[in-house]
């Protein structure tokens, strides 16, 4: 793209400036040349411009999918800028783009895919734990309004068995068969909670409080692992991207730069015009990324890249294992809860006859 000026004609998109030295002057280069730098002239590279832009797409997308009644939204803001704690995924581009439609699976679609597999799992596990928090919240709230006599932190282990006899009245109106595999079944669930809690020193809300909040510590940490080692790898995937396009189409540079006749040159230019940007975007990135591109390590970033996939596989077993300790904490709150609500109406019952006696 080039700019227009008020009359209609072409413009520059860049001008060349000269360097200087300490005293003003021009800085002669070994060659003879004097050394130059490129100066924008469009703003079109300006991080600045980019952001009013991507602003004005996403104002004018959201106008037209309200009026379309569709419910859908644009945000043109940036994941850490929405307060969003995720990774987010690695820009397609058109050729893997296409390949995905086809069936054919790319190392961008893959890493993709991986991504927004893990942001699942931890959100997943953030509203869980959300829940269970807020669960001990109202629990120790309902404690503080408790008699003094019933405000200590209850036995969690004598509470699932609390659980397992209100099961069993509840059962008595059902068959026999019915009744002996749900208790079966329930005895599973019972005894799968105090393994859990036992094997964790957890006997009170309490100590099941600190617990749930050691699991989300966990689950945080493991989720930063995974997020560094993605960030790195949609870095290597670049790197590997653009140094392969380099080696690739660099002795078609080098046979453009030598032909000496313009017209030659330009239908040169025109016939390989696609391996030439691939080539110049290549080096531009590689350029600016890297403090030496002759000699480019591409076994290494392919190791690299290998070795952080494997570390990011293992820390999503652990995540899946962390969820699983969620869920079972979940298991665990839904008995409590049922042997709570059944203990109010004793309590009550309790009091009563307290005060009759006191009478």
Same mark, same amino acid.
């Given at each position: ?108 679609? /893959?890493?993709? &895919? $991986?991504? !927004? ?6 959100? *997943?596990? %953030?509203?869980?734990?959300? +829940?269970? =928090? ?106 590997? /991207?653009?140094? &392969? $396009?380099? !080696? ?6 080098? *046979?453009? %730069?030598?032909?000496?006749? +313009?017209? =030659? ?95």
């Amino acid at each position: 793209m080039r700019p227009l000026d008020e009359r209609g004609a072409w413009a520059a998109k860049s001008k060349k400036e000269y360097d200087l030295d300490e005293n003003g002057e021009r800085i002669r280069l070994p060659s003879g040349r004097y050394k130059t730098h490129k100066v924008d002239l469009t703003g079109w590279n300006s991080q600045e411009n980019a952001l009013v832009w991507r602003k004005a797409w996403a104002d004018i997308s959201n106008y037209y999918l309200e009026r379309a009644g569709s419910p859908e939204r644009i945000d043109h803001r940036s994941n850490a800028e929405r307060g969003i704690d995720e990774i987010p995924t690695v820009h397609m581009g058109v050729a893997a783009c296409q390949m995905e439609k086809k069936g054919i699976a790319t190392e961008k679609g /893959e890493l993709n &895919r $991986n991504i !927004q597999k893990a942001n699942r799992l931890i959100r *997943e596990i %953030r509203a869980q734990i959300g +829940k269970l =928090k807020e669960w001990i919240a109202d629990l120790f709230k309902a404690r503080e309004n408790a008699p003094e006599q019933t405000q200590q932190s209850p036995n969690l282990a004598n509470l699932l068995m609390k659980y397992l006899s209100v099961q069993r009245e509840k059962s008595r109106k059902y068959s026999q068969s019915w009744q002996r595999q749900h208790a079966a079944d329930e005895l599973k669930t019972i005894a799968a909670a105090v393994n859990y809690l036992s094997e964790r020193g957890i006997s009170n809300l309490d100590e099941l409080d600190a617990s749930l909040s050691s699991v989300s510590d966990r689950a945080y940490s493991i989720r930063e692992g995974m997020k560094t080692a993605e960030q790195r790898m949609k870095e290597l995937q670049k790197l590997l /991207e653009h140094g &392969r $396009n380099y !080696q690739t189409y660099k002795p078609i540079q080098d *046979e453009y %730069r030598q032909i000496r006749w +313009k017209g =030659k040159q330009e239908k040169f230019a025109e016939a390989h015009r696609a391996e030439l940007t691939l080539w110049n975007a290549a080096s531009r990135y590689l350029h600016a990324n890297l403090t030496d591109t002759k000699t480019l390590p591409i076994s290494k970033w392919k190791q690299e890249y290998a070795d952080l996939k494997e570390q990011r596989d293992t820390d999503y077993t652990k995540l899946k294992a962390t969820r699983a300790e969620v869920a079972e904490l979940q298991k665990i709150r839904k008995c409590v809860d049922i042997a709570l609500k059944a203990e109010q109406p004793e309590q009550t019952q309790n009091r009563a006859k307290r005060h009759e006696q006191e009478r």
